[in-house]
């Protein structure tokens, strides 16, 4: 580790003297990319982060976001609040991939418990070179056994995320992690030091060597022996340490202990003690030989840098530090009084000797931006394939980003905590939340537990339509299309936000709340830096027009490597609201009587000559190119209507229409009992039938659903104005798929899709 020549000049400047060794290491972390934004800070004030349901935005280890209506319910503890927050472990996870996932997990988690709250869900979005290389397997079956192992030892269900395969990441998978949390307006924490005088103090695992110069090693491209040379800065993960964690946690914010408290992730001690302090106007004493170890003779650098998991830093009042250290021992976690807040410098000691003594305000958020140049990407050409029509749809409907994604969740605990209504697999996943006063206290007991019939309330509460006895649902979304974001980085991202909103109202839910996680290359390149721009622009522009506020997230740049940059990645974690947790299903409901029919809504792709295919996973299979598709005209009028008609008595089933357009949402709403008859509209006057053919089955353009229902006339009364509406065809109970697209026929069964569709099973079991 090494600090960069002008920074050391400007730190050199505001100390008047050389710094030490531990300080020169504790400002190259704190003002590395991945803890000081310098390349992206510049571009983040694009994102609207207000609205009357934010309490607390970026800037915290988690945002906070209170629930629509929860204070009007007579709650002991006052407003019901969620936490949402999100992170990346990239380059932990190509150096190691079953670790560095492993970890991703549990410092989002910590970043939860750092607001008082308690983990009820979480979503991960993955990203891996082409499938069929083997050390993209290698990576993807790490990553997954890391996640799965993880949350599951801890309790906490992994609900909701992506899987996508794209040959540009074959050097640098990313593993975002996105979870959300549970509160109450009195039990929020924050990471804002309180009171000089109050006692710091360190709980959890024991510190190690592991993970030194971790946020130094996340800002620098990967190199050819990564995995070999950087695999100390790769933390080693203690699920069951960080579950004891959990439920100490939970027993300090029931009984008011806490002050503040900050998680220790990048840059380790030093990175959260100091965040803590500064953010609050203050400093600290530390003595860094008090800090529990668990290897002996380590020196004040390591102590300070190391980032090993499952601690916590909490800000305790001097008269309840005992209590603290009895619920410690209670839940077999070390526990040390490392220092106390100061009004003065920000200082640690080690057996007598100051390493560190600077204004902790300057060590946080002194680091100076960087003013990159940057260059606009180019538009890419129309180049479509020739192929045939039903080559094409098994081409894509087996492709690995579009294919079934079970051999990755049926590996992840969906349902523990029986909050779980609707899981994986679907749009969007649905977690039961109740009021405050309504939730069991959490602890160390079984029967502190809520049993199932806690949480899901019986028919006879959800036919009462009292919204506030059966609680409501909590629709989370998230992803990214590195195909869309690849082809127009703006028009892109402006998609992704689109399409996790769609999500979340095809479920029934409005959008209430979105986090993302921005990944990007190496931003020195002009090039680079520029799609990089597109995305954090075409992503606030979109939520803003949605009316989701970002209230907070993570940026991830230098994922870069010798294979080159990876496309531009701008994973979105939303979250929506409904009364109740039922949602129509996906999959359509056979019909004998023909009482129902299957309705489009958005553009079927065929009202012009221009296919507008670009971003399609048709193109990426087989090498061809195009501009992005455009997007509706009014959006958010689109999601609120979506969300509206889900809910009706009269709808059926509903499916988000997204990555492989029609012919993969079509396949996936087929079962063994229910089939489908469809014809898409086709128009004469195109001058080339067969690429018209290829946009109405395989277009992109997002804010598009398919609707089964009894009552075709009230959606498209609903949608007048908003969406174009076209009815496509009929279920049926024989478990068949027939699409008609043009006069040219496909043809095909349950069975011999859900073939098609276990293109990673079969490779991978």
């Known amino acids: 580790m090494s600090l960069a020549d002008s920074d050391r000049e400007l730190v050199v400047e505001e100390l008047d003297r050389e710094p030490t060794p531990a300080e020169a290491a504790l400002f190259e972390n704190l003002w590395s990319e991945h803890c000081a934004y310098r390349s992206s800070r510049p571009l983040l004030s694009a994102f609207d982060s207000e609205g009357e349901q934010v309490v607390v935005g970026p800037g915290d280890d988690a945002a906070v976001v209170a629930l629509p209506g929860s204070e009007e319910g007579g709650a002991d503890e006052g407003t019901t609040y969620i936490t949402m927050g999100i992170e990346s472990h990239n380059h932990p996870s190509y150096v190691d991939p079953f670790d560095g996932a492993a970890t991703g997990v549990g410092g989002i988690v910590r970043d939860t418990l750092s607001m008082g709250a308690y983990p009820i869900a979480l979503a991960d979005s993955l990203y891996f070179g082409e499938f069929d290389r083997e050390h993209s397997k290698y990576l993807f079956e790490g990553v997954v056994e890391g996640i799965s192992h993880y949350g599951n030892c801890i309790g906490v269900p992994t609900v909701a995320g992506s899987v996508d395969f794209h040959p540009d ?56 022996d990564a995995e070999t040379e950087d695999r100390p800065a790769v933390q080693v993960g203690d699920p069951y340490t960080e579950k004891l964690l959990i439920e100490a946690n939970e027993q300090l914010v029931d009984e008011g202990l806490i002050q503040s408290a900050r998680d220790l992730g990048a840059a380790g001690l030093g990175g959260a003690s100091s965040e803590l302090v500064a953010k609050g106007g203050l400093g600290a004493d530390i003595e860094l030989e008090r800090v529990h170890q668990r290897e002996p003779n380590m020196n004040a650098l390591e102590i300070l840098l190391a980032e090993s998991q499952e601690r916590m830093c909490y800000e305790i009042e001097p008269e309840n530090v005992d209590r603290v250290r009895e619920i410690a021992e209670r839940f077999d976690l070390g526990c040390s009084v490392i220092g106390e807040v100061t009004e003065g410098n920000y200082t640690c000691t080690f057996n007598g000797e100051t390493v560190v003594d600077v204004d902790g305000h300057f060590l946080g958020e002194g680091a100076p931006m960087n003013d990159l140049p940057s260059e606009a990407p180019e538009q890419p050409e129309t180049d479509l394939p020739d192929v045939d029509l039903e080559d094409a749809f098994d081409a894509v409907v087996s492709s690995p980003s579009t294919a079934s994604k079970q051999w990755v969740y049926r590996q992840y605990d969906h349902e523990v905590g029986v909050r779980t209504s609707v899981g994986p697999g679907d749009d969007a996943a649905i977690i039961a939340v109740r009021e405050a006063s309504a939730e069991p206290r959490r602890g160390n007991s079984e029967s502190s537990r809520p049993s199932e019939d806690e949480v899901f309330r019986d028919s006879a509460d959800e036919s009462s339509g009292d919204s506030r006895e059966i609680g409501q649902g909590l629709a989370i979304s998230a992803g990214a299309a590195p195909n869309w974001t690849t082809a127009a980085p703006y028009e892109g991202a402006k998609a992704i936000a689109l399409e996790n909103a769609t999500n979340v109202a095809a479920k029934g839910a409005t959008p209430l709340a979105a986090v993302d996680c921005l990944n990007g290359g190496n931003p020195e390149k002009p090039d680079v830096y520029g799609g990089f721009e597109g995305i954090v622009d075409g992503l606030a522009d979109m939520c803003a027009t949605l009316e989701a506020p970002v209230v907070g997230g993570n940026v991830s740049l230098y994922n870069d490597s010798v294979a080159g940059p990876i496309p531009p990645t701008p994973t979105l974690a939303m979250v929506g609201t409904k009364d109740g947790y039922d949602a129509p299903p996906l999959a359509v409901t056979a019909d004998t009587d023909g009482d129902s029919r299957l309705l489009l809504v958005g553009d079927v792709g065929l009202e012009s000559d221009e296919p507008r295919l670009g971003g399609a996973e048709y193109l990426a299979q087989f090498d061809g190119s195009d501009a992005f598709p455009e997007l509706p005209d009014d959006p958010a009028a689109l999601v609120e209507t979506l969300a509206d008609v889900a809910n009706d008595d009269a709808t059926l089933a509903v499916h988000d229409v997204s990555h492989g357009g029609l012919a993969v949402a079509l396949a996936e709403m087929v079962t063994d009992d229910a089939g489908l008859e469809v014809s898409i509209p086709a128009t004469e006057s195109a001058d080339d039938p067969a690429n018209a053919a290829a946009a109405a089955l395989f277009h992109e353009q997002p804010g598009r659903a398919l609707i089964q229902t009894e009552s075709p006339e009230a959606i498209r009364e609903a949608f007048d104005g908003v969406a174009p509406v076209v009815e496509l065809g009929s279920a049926t109970d024989d478990g068949r798929l027939a699409i008609d697209v043009g006069g040219r026929t496909i043809a095909t069964d349950a069975a011999a899709i859900r073939e098609r569709r276990a293109t990673i099973e079969r490779e991978l079991e």
Not at 194 to 223: C, H, I, M, Y
């Open 169 to 224: 990441y074959e050097g640098n998978p990313l593993v975002n992690v996105a979870c959300v949390g549970l509160t109450t307006e009195d039990r929020l924490v924050t990471a804002e030091a309180q009171k000089p005088g109050n006692k710091l103090v360190l709980v959890g695992n024991g510190t190690g060597r592991d993970g030194l110069g971790g946020a130094s090693f996340a800002s620098e491209d990967l190199s050819e």
